[in-house]
């Protein structure tokens, strides 16, 4: 018995196929107008009981093949997985002789969700590392402007620096606290 995510996988894979066989268009081998109608592609299913290759023979998906019983019948269509009653997963075959039932429908499963994740990685890739540059052009636009507010800043504080430092000279100057450069260290004679 196949677990609850074997199963689940193997819905998605057999989902997957259904969906990829309708949208391609497969009905089944083609005959020709030629070809009598007791055919071993027209007969049904449960008359194909001599081995696989005559049941499933030509790529017909309407036939499963069950290694257990060595019987073919038809594919169980109102369900999505056939039955265990009917044939194990593991003992039955469909669509090819050389890989049982559960080993496809893990195969497409696995092959489904690797696509997935490539599209995933893709929508990644494109959203998020293309878009990059264009924020790394904001961030340096915004480091810029920040730049720029900074000199601006810088400048300001300059100018009312030296409007400090002059009305500061004009107050000592006023009050004869102003020191000249000339005079500064000046000798000290003995008298």
Known sequence: ????????????????????????????????????????????????NENCETCIGGGSYKCLWCDSTKKCSEYPVGHILPSDSDCPLSKSNWLVCGINFEALLISMGVIGGVIVLMITCCCVYCCCCRGKGRRNNKYEKELDKMERDRKDRDERNDERRAERKSRNDEIRKKYGLLKDDDSSYKKLENA
């Open 1 to 48: 018995m196949a677990s609850k995510s074997a199963r689940l996988l193997m819905f998605v894979g057999l989902f997957t196929l259904f969906y990829v066989l309708g949208e391609c268009g497969v009905t089944g081998p083609s005959s020709p107008a030629t070809e009598a109608p007791t055919s071993a592609a027209d007969l049904p299913c449960d008359e194909k």
